[in-house]
């Protein structure tokens, strides 16, 4: 794998399809430098799920969920000082439960009203891990049916003034757990899920639902009280692999937007269903950055072509299209938005299967820094400002299960 330095040499602009495509090029204009690599290397390369990053009470602090094999036995959800990487206390998954699959993607909430926040983290042992975010000790286990694959949703989705803890198992059972811990309600889809479901006011009607879609095609809305709400077809094969959502038009719902491993990228009104438009690529689409771009608002989409794509989230019109790697890849994951740069605006962050991390504009598809490191990446980056300086800095968990903390300089 080779570092790559890309931005625009040459623009070509398709009048009649109004798409700009940047191509392969030479000197970006910053540089992403790297403060610190973690020392959670479990000795195996097939780490695929995001890190979880947080103040919390002051403490700045990442939540690496580790995962291996029964062989190497170094499954765990490990807390990590921000500043300096240092562990700080770690959850061993038992080696009976250790698998690739081990500890999913974590989430930092107060599950239980009382002020302080929890790490949330579904795992093998069919259960959401729930442990205090800064000394560790475990508050409760909240049952699944099979282990957790997606990040779960801490929200008030039934407006009673008490949050609750929404899971989603891999086999698309949902389950929606009260402060104390009991289970409120369950529904079971019996279909494998792998996109985090969209919790929100999708259709304005000013009740929060849950948009679950899973691997056989469909897409189905709960009410806050577990009620089916409608249930819809994106048509046999069109598995999906990331869910995001956002106010994409002039009407007062949420769209959420489906990835798929076909290459689909589809918007869907989020009050009926419906499908308002499709964006096709290779294979293995991914989404999770929206942002307005001149006072439109702008999906953001990669593929495992290497491919990074910005769609006018009105109409499914491609503003621009680049590359951000043209090495032979399984997947990409998916673009990420923040302000890296401190300058008050978004930037996209997006990290390629080789080992390459790269900011561009938004705006343009302009690159604006890159940095490699000889390791695959399998789950997107994650930002957040831990060091109260006004600018995001980068989180990237690699497929050996280190994370490293990368600043932007321009």
């Known amino acids: 794998m080779r570092t790559r330095t890309l931005v625009a040499l040459t623009v070509l602009v398709v009048g009649l399809l109004g798409v700009v ?132 949703t801490v929200a008030d989705i039934d407006d009673d003034g008490a949050v609750e803890t929404v899971a989603v198992d891999v086999l698309g059972s949902v389950r929606v757990f009260a402060a104390d811990g009991s289970l409120e309600w369950r529904a079971d889809r019996e279909a494998y899920v792998w996109a985090t479901p969209v919790v929100d006011d999708v259709d304005a009607d000013g009740r929060t639902e849950i948009v679950v879609a899973d691997r056989r095609g469909y897409v189905t809305a709960f009410g806050p009280d577990g009620s089916l709400l409608w249930n819809r077809s994106r048509g046999a094969g069109l598995v999906a692999t990331w869910m995001t959502s956002g106010d994409l038009d002039d009407d007062p719902a949420l769209e959420y937007v489906v990835a798929s ?99 561009y504009d938004p705006a343009t598809g302009e690159l604006l820094a890159t940095h490699s490191r000889a390791v695959g990446i399998l789950s997107h980056p994650v930002l957040a400002d831990t060091d109260d300086d006004g600018v995001d800095e980068i989180y990237v968990m690699y497929a050996d299960g280190r994370i490293q903390r990368l600043s932007y300089e321009n």
């Open 21 to 152: 495509y940047v191509g392969l090029a030479g000197e970006s204009t910053g540089t992403l430098e790297p403060a610190w690599t973690s020392e959670t290397d479990p000795g195996t390369a097939g780490n695929h799920h995001e890190p979880a990053v947080a103040v919390v009470d002051g403490e700045p602090m990442v939540f690496a969920p580790v995962s291996s094999t029964q062989d190497a036995d170094e499954c765990a959800l490990v807390a990590l000082d921000a500043t300096d990487g240092d562990e700080r206390w770690r959850y061993e998954v038992p080696q009976r439960n250790c698998t690739i699959h081990a500890v999913a993607d974590p989430a930092v909430a107060d599950t239980d009203g009382d002020g302080d926040r929890e790490v949330l983290a579904p795992t093998t042992e069919d259960e959401v891990l729930v442990a205090g975010a800064t000394e560790g000790g475990i508050e409760t286990r909240l049952p699944l049916t099979d282990y957790g694959y997606t990040r779960p």
């Open 261 to 359: 491993s076909d290459g689909t990228t589809v918007a869907y009104d989020g009050r009926t269903g419906e499908r308002e438009w499709r964006h096709d690529a290779s294979s293995l689409s991914a989404v999770n950055a929206v942002l307005p771009v001149d006072g439109r608002p702008t999906v953001f989409a990669t593929a495992a072509d290497g491919s990074l794509v910005a769609i006018d989230g009105a109409d499914g019109s491609v503003r621009w299209e680049t590359t951000v790697t043209d090495e032979s890849i399984q997947m990409m994951p998916p673009p990420i938005a923040g302000d890296v740069d401190g300058d008050g605006d978004g930037e996209l962050v997006v990290a390629a299967n080789d080992g390459t991390v790269a900011v």
